[in-house]
């Protein structure tokens, strides 16, 4: 800033000081940011943070989730029977038709507002990477898918200890629950995300994700349905993996020997190698799309 006096104008300059401070605490770096991401991500996906009106679906379709395993909990101590109605590991698979609604209201939460106000500038202003942004986001939302599926298991479990049903029996249900709604957390989080990504328009990206996996969902538990009622049990095992949840059920019930509500499932050991080479490719082909798909959005 220049100084004028009676003679004209000065050419020295005045530098203000107006408090600004530099800052001297540590710099945590490139993991603390996708931390801080993931966290972030992570609260979004429920609303968290946010107003009243974003927390109305995700908090909602948390409690539809968990109400059925309290109401099969109430039943089993009413009834003084020995074991939980219908078991652990077929009850996300029965649910399948409130998970899609999670999946198609939250995925474009997640990245679309972030495509849709360009904002990776900022975000990559700072030492993250474009796959360190997929990872987080990802993994986050997969946390967030998880935390919908498991809840209900371990009301379930959580009743039936109190209700003092066998121990072991308990266990050797819930385990291999616990292990496929990882893996449907992984598969149904990575499909919706890759699906959102490719509109900034989380109207679309909504209506997207609902349509391919009712669709998905409906053509392939139908198409089982019909070869198994013909008797082709293996062209049934291998039309049951159109659908994301049939894929998913189909390893759990390979890999742990678990009851499958599905019409037919993998045959032999054969079937149960080719659902999860299924799982392992849409896995990797829908992760693999979101880093060339972070790659080619513009940061301007």
Known sequence: MTTTTSG???????IHDIGYRHYTGPRLGRRHIVTALYADSLRGAYGLGRSAKSKIIPMGLFVLMAVPAAILVLVTAVSKVTEIPGGYTS??????ALIPVFLAAQAPVVVARDLRFRVMSLYLSRPLRRDDYVLAKYAAFATAVFALLV????????????????????????????AGDILFALVLAAIALMIASVTPRRGFGVAAIVTV???????????????AEHGSWTLAGHLGMISPFSVVQGVQTWLFGADNPAPAGPQGTAGGLIYTAVTAAVLAGCYGFLLLRYRKVSVS
């Open 8 to 14: 004209g104008t000065s050419d020295r300059g005045v």
């Open 151 to 178: 809840t209900p298991l371990l009301i379930l479990f959580a009743g039936a200890l109190l209700l003092k049903l066998p121990f072991g029996e308990q266990i050797s249900g819930f385990l291999p629950a616990l």
């Open 213 to 227: 996996l009712t669709v998905m969902t409906t053509v392939g538990l139908s198409a089982e349905a019909i070869a």
């Open 91 to 96: 009850y996300t698979f029965k649910l399948q």
